[in-house]
């Protein structure tokens, strides 16, 4: 009996020394280098689960409020490009004498088109007597009505001006 127990406890002994070995030369080192990768997982994630959700939930708020900003910004934008298509920067301008018994040239043709061509040409025509004005609308450079030619003129004035 004495024996059986003498060879259980060296067992024993034996299975203790074992495990006590595999711990400090397989396990502790692994378990080191689990801990270091947890670490290097954790302060990735700014404090393990919780903060990685809150994180991400930051994210989240910054990235809708990039998007309601990228919404205003594109509103301003096509407000902006309407009123570039509305702008008035081609202008012609002529003057000239409508009556030979008129001195100077007090009669004008002015053009105020956008840069595609739409717009009004106003003409006024000075006589001793009385002066007269006179609007035509104008679409892709050409006038509505019959032009004279100074309107004429001055449409292609306006269409030559650079924008």
């Known amino acids: 009996m004495q024996n059986l127990i003498t060879a259980v406890l060296a067992g024993v002994a034996s299975a203790l020394i074992v495990t006590i070995g595999y711990h400090l030369l397989v396990a502790s080192p692994r378990a080191r280098a689990l801990r270091a990768i947890l670490d290097t997982h954790d302060g990735l994630l700014g ?5 990685a959700t809150d994180r991400l939930a930051a994210l989240e708020r910054a990235r809708a409020d990039a998007d309601a900003a990228r919404e205003v910004e594109l509103r301003r934008i096509d407000a902006l490009e309407k009123t570039a298509r509305t702008e008035i920067p081609r202008v012609g301008f002529v003057r000239y004498n409508a009556f030979s018994d008129v001195g ?25 007597e009385d002066t007269r004005t006179y609007g035509k609308s104008v679409a892709a450079f050409k006038p509505a009505q019959d032009p004279s030619d100074e309107e004429l003129a001055a449409i292609a004035k306006a269409r030559a001006a650079s924008t």
């Open 47 to 51: 404090g393990g689960a919780t903060g």
């Open 104 to 128: 100077s040239d007090l009669s004008y043709a002015l053009a105020l088109l956008n840069r595609d061509g739409d717009g009004v040409v106003l003409s006024s025509i000075y006589s001793r």
